[in-house]
C-alpha cells in the first residue's frame, strides 16, 4: 500500500462547486480547445451579461480550474487540468482498475469456454 500526501478536502470542495454549474463546464470545454480572451468567453455565452460570465470565471479561477494571465487590455484564459487530475488520482483511478481488471477476467473466462 503506497503512502499518499495528506489530502486539502477545501481544493476538492473547491473544484467540484466549479463544475456543479453547466456554464462553467461549458466554459472548460470551450477552453479545452485553447486559451480563449474574456471577451471572447462572453461571446459565447449571449443570454448572460459580462459580468454574470466573468463572476463564473472566477469560480473556476478560485478552484484553480483557470488561469487567467493579462496581455495588454486582453484577458487570456487558461485551462489548468491539474485539479480534475488530482480528482482522477484520488477517486476514478482506484475504480477505474478494477473495471479493467473485471474486463479482464471476463475476457479471460470468455476465451476459456469458447474453446
Not at 480572451?37 to 451579461?49: E, H, N, R, V
Not at 480528482?87 to 471476463?106: C, E, G, P, T
Amino acid at each position: 500500500m503506497s503512502v499518499k500526501a495528506p489530502v486539502d478536502d477545501t481544493a476538492f470542495d473547491r473544484v467540484f462547486k466549479a463544475l456543479s454549474a453547466s456554464t462553467r463546464r461549458e466554459i472548460l470545454d470551450l477552453l479545452k480547445n485553447g486559451p480563449r480572451t474574456t471577451g471572447d468567453l462572453c461571446a459565447q455565452f449571449p443570454a448572460l451579461d459580462r459580468c454574470t460570465v466573468m463572476q463564473h470565471l472566477g469560480v473556476l479561477h478560485r478552484a484553480g480550474l483557470v488561469i487567467a494571465q493579462r496581455k495588454g487590455r486582453e484577458r487570456w484564459n487558461h485551462l489548468d487540468v491539474l485539479p480534475i487530475k488530482l480528482i482522477h488520482d484520488r477517486w476514478i483511478s482506484d475504480y477505474a482498475r478494477s473495471a479493467v481488471d473485471l474486463l479482464a477476467s471476463l475476457k479471460t473466462d470468455l476465451e476459456t469456454t469458447s474453446t
